[in-house]
């Protein structure tokens, strides 16, 4: 009895620990960007350019991750409203859009600002953070995304096991996407995904501790 208590309670402890995980770092080169002077423009840049997507890729590695936080080095002088979307990948550039995180921050003086939001990264697939700008060609609003001022590429953190894809941009909806600077300022955070097992040593945990519940309140009756 007190053999089959101790492994239900140590399966519960399993199950609690990973749906209870505080976000870690996974993916980035974010550093500061406070002296930097390097960047690529978002949204508005003219007549036959009013929408500049820029976008930065990896690829997951052997284990699904929950995304819940996207942190960027932008900077305006206006007041844009940032589209921060996950894309999924398409011949090593971006696909389709898949989810979109947001911001209760005013993007404007040159700092580092925080999306949020909720997404499953599954293991071994790529995918792409676009940013672009809301309303672009009647607003007229742009906005910049820095590189970091140490001018590094993104790379895994906290033995994620992540790997940099690389950079892309285009012109307009309809465009074309080809690459651009590489070492943009980006951090992507969230908690490992248990596997399907972990789930089901959990429900079995609980259900063992229910029945042993039950069986004490019948003998006590």
């Known amino acids: 009895m007190l053999r089959t208590l101790s492994l239900a309670l140590a399966l519960c402890v399993t199950c609690l620990g990973s749906s209870h995980a505080v976000d870690v770092n996974l993916f980035g080169n974010l550093g500061t960007v406070n002296a930097s002077t390097t960047s690529?423009?978002?949204?508005?840049?003219?007549?036959?350019?009013?929408?500049?997507?820029?976008?930065?890729?990896?690829?997951?590695?052997?284990?699904?991750?929950?995304?819940?936080?996207?942190?960027?080095?932008?900077?305006?002088?206006?007041?844009?409203s940032p589209v921060v979307s996950i894309y999924s990948d398409s011949a090593s550039n971006p696909g389709t859009s898949l989810a979109t995180f947001t911001t209760t921050s005013t993007v404007d003086s040159k700092q580092v600002y925080s999306f949020t939001g909720s997404f499953t990264l599954s293991a071994n697939t790529s995918y792409w953070i676009v940013l672009s700008q809301t309303n672009s060609a009647s607003t007229q609003e742009s906005y910049e995304w820095y590189?970091?001022?140490a001018f590094t590429n993104p790379s895994a953190s906290n033995g994620s096991g992540f790997t940099y894809l690389g950079t892309s941009e285009k012109n307009n909806v309809g465009g074309s996407w080809s690459a651009t600077l590489g070492s943009l300022s980006i951090n992507v955070a969230g908690t490992a995904v248990p596997e399907p097992s972990t789930y089901a040593l959990g429900l079995i945990a609980t259900g063992v501790l229910a029945a042993m519940a039950r069986r004490r309140k019948a003998r006590t009756a």
């Open 147 to 149: 590189s970091n001022d």
């Open 40 to 80: 690529n423009t978002v949204g508005y840049l003219s007549g036959s350019q009013q929408n500049q997507f820029n976008s930065q890729g990896f690829t997951v590695g052997s284990t699904a991750y929950a995304l819940s936080r996207i942190d960027l080095g932008l900077g305006s002088t206006g007041i844009p």
